[in-house]
Nanobody, 111 residues
Framework: QVQLVESGGGLVQAGGSLRLSCAVSGISFRFNAMGWYRQAPGKRRELVATIGSSGIVNYADSVKGRFTMSGDNAKNTVYLQMNSLKPEDTAVYYC?????WGKGTLVTVSS
């Protein structure tokens, strides 16, 4: 059974940092097939960061320079380091690989 389990969300003040984790099980881990998305209240789910077969991470313009996506093949885990957080980063963050999605982890940034 394929599972993607996010963790690391929480409440943080503007300007703070959080690191999200996504543990992958049930499928072979491939960092270059992973992605992070988010959905803010009342909005559509949007891409945050994805990595393609080239190994290059693509970031949404709104998070460039603040967020960093990385992976640990030994731990079957992908990370999203989020720095200089803003209230508009408040959302549920989801881990994705192909057709599989995690249940999400809530990030709330207070002003």
């Amino acid at each position: 059974q394929v599972q993607l389990v996010e963790s690391g969300g929480g409440l943080v003040q503007a300007g703070g940092s959080l690191r999200l984790s996504c543990a992958v099980s049930g499928i072979s881990f491939r960092f270059n097939a992973m992605g992070w998305y988010r959905q803010a209240p009342g909005k559509r789910r949007e891409l945050v960061a994805t990595i393609g077969s080239s190994g290059i991470v693509n970031y949404a313009d709104s998070v460039k320079g603040r967020f960093t996506m990385s992976g640990d093949n030994a731990k079957n885990t992908v990370y999203l380091q989020m720095n200089s957080l803003k209230p508009e980063d408040t959302a549920v963050y989801y881990c994705n690989r192909a057709v599989w999605w995690g249940k999400g982890t809530l990030v709330t940034v207070s002003s």
